[in-house]
């Protein structure tokens, strides 16, 4: 019987960094859908800058914001009592660092395919911000949502580069699947490494059928 350990613990840093994207997500996309200007694209441009960046660099610049020689490390350490170097915590915050402009990219995508000339019919009948988006934003942005929470999801279970950089390879800690493959490899143990590839390319493969589904029904509706 296979160690777990390391399956549930990418489990967890998987779940609670998806939570945390999906809410930033639909909020910095409700933030921004509708604006306009050169600002906006400098923003996007750091939005996604993760998805360009090597894990390791970003990895890098995390450990050297987050660390207690560092004034954020330091608030966070000691005031807060929350460290982020070596910790779970450092985990999940890689995990939402390089999942959340997939989270973004999705919500703001269907956001701003929704007919605008049907919001601003609904303003002109007196329903508020709040409740057009609330009754109408979400739910005709519902499938692009949800392919943000399944792509932000499985780039959280297999974030490598980040992770190993933040949180480190503790066992029983911080020794997410990616990691332990990476480490199981090294120590010759290829046959154990195996099964938890073949889990990570089974999962990956579900999660891009269910997006092609998806997808696929939403265009023979539109068809």
């Known amino acids: 019987m296979p160690d777990l350990t390391s399956f549930w613990i990418s ?9 945390i994207v999906t809410i930033l ?20 441009s750091f939005i996604i800058l993760p998805i360009v960046l090597p894990p390791t660099v970003l990895g890098f610049i995390l450990l050297i914001v987050f660390s207690t020689r560092g004034p ?6 000691n005031i807060l ?35 605008k000339k049907m919001l601003n019919t609904a303003r002109t009948m007196g329903a508020s911000e709040t409740k057009i988006f609330f009754k109408l934003i979400l739910p005709l942005s519902k499938r692009s949502i949800l392919a943000g929470i399944m792509m932000s999801f499985a780039r959280a279970i297999g974030e490598f580069g980040a992770t190993l950089m933040v949180a480190g390879y503790i066992p029983n800690k911080t ?24 889990v990570l390319v089974a999962f990956s493969v579900v999660v891009i059928t269910t997006i092609n589904l998806i997808n696929h029904d939403k265009y023979r509706e539109v068809d």
């Open 11 to 19: 489990l967890r840093v998987a779940i609670t960094s998806t939570i």
């Open 25 to 44: 997500g639909i909020f910095v996309s409700k933030w921004l859908y509708n604006k306009k200007g050169h600002w906006v694209k400098i923003l996007e």
């Open 72 to 77: 954020i490390g330091q608030f966070l350490t």
């Open 81 to 115: 009592h929350l460290p982020v170097v070596f910790t779970l915590t450092g985990a999940v915050l890689a995990s939402v660092i390089v999942s959340f402009p997939l989270m973004y990219q999705h919500t703001i995508g269907g956001f701003r395919m929704i007919d």
């Open 175 to 198: 020794n997410t699947l990616p990691l332990e493959i990476y480490f199981l490899v090294e120590q010759g143990k290829e046959n154990e490494a195996w099964l938890w590839v073949l």
